[in-house]
């Protein structure tokens, strides 16, 4: 069985402790690629790093909205360059986020529509983050257009899920899934298309229900996966060569 973890922060200092135990524990249950995406500029030179250090690693770059106060309009020139240089996986982490507090909406969404823009120049799929932003997410997407991508860990609705499978967009779905009491999300990941979704953990953050309240890792994406079967009536090896097969078409990846 082999898995991948569409959205995992592996490079980021939660796993500078354990970082090669963390990936060999991953390894063993069977992940053997994970799409690392950016936070910020500042990260992108230790980010590279790691990817380049463990195999099946590989990077997206992009500036997190939850970041804003990092980030500066020269990023985005910075970004070009470092897509043209590296030629990433994926742009992202990018998005909206309208949960916390303070984030400027205005200075959000020219950072994401800039970044929708180099995505759609450089032919590369999006890993977007939207929480409570959905609608808005869907409006950016449809204004700039000739896009596809993942929303990372998926908090919409049905309609919401078609409407981005139009446009060209799968769901990552990841911890929040295992909770008993996410019933709308439930609803959703069951009724989707097999070939819109895609599995992720976003390590070292949303851990499973059995980890609450600990650090999240890859390795714990079976979980996921077994929960995911359970709730589409699917055998797990199937669910995992489908999603598998989903992320290698997305990022254009070299799954042997």
């Known amino acids: 069985m082999q898995l991948v973890d569409s959205h995992s922060h592996f490079d980021v200092a939660e796993f500078d402790i ?47 909205p939850m970041f804003l106060e990092a980030h500066r309009a020269a990023h985005l020139d910075a970004l070009r360059l470092w897509i043209e240089r590296e030629r990433p996986v994926a742009i992202g982490e990018c998005g909206l986020d309208f949960f916390v507090e303070g984030l400027d909406a205005d200075a959000q969404q020219r950072y994401f529509d800039a970044q929708l823009k ?26 700039i257009g000739n896009l596809r991508g993942v929303i990372h860990s998926f908090p919409g609705s049905k309609v919401q899920a078609e409407q981005l499978n139009e446009l060209g967009f799968m769901l990552g779905i990841g911890g929040p899934v295992t909770y008993e009491r996410a019933n709308r999300l439930r609803s959703v990941v ?49 669910l995992a060569a489908a999603t598998t097969a989903n992320a290698e078409r997305l990022f254009d990846l070299p799954i042997e």
């Open 118 to 143: 180099l995505a759609r120049e450089f032919d590369l799929p999006l890993i977007i983050h939207a929480r409570r932003a959905v609608e808005a997410v869907i409006a950016s997407i449809r204004k």
């Open 190 to 238: 069951a009724a989707i298309p097999l070939d819109q979704l895609l599995l992720e953990t976003d390590s070292p953050d949303q851990p499973n229900s059995s980890h609450r309240g600990q650090r999240n890792e890859p390795a714990n994406i079976v979980e996921v996966l077994d929960v995911i079967a359970g709730l589409r009536g699917m055998r797990r090896d199937d």
């Open 18 to 64: 354990d970082r090669k135990d963390a990936y060999a524990r991953a390894l063993f249950a069977g992940i053997k690629v994970q799409i690392v995406p950016a936070i910020d500029a500042a990260g992108w030179p230790k980010l590279k790093q790691v990817c380049a250090k463990f195999a099946g690693l590989y990077p997206a770059y992009g500036l997190h």
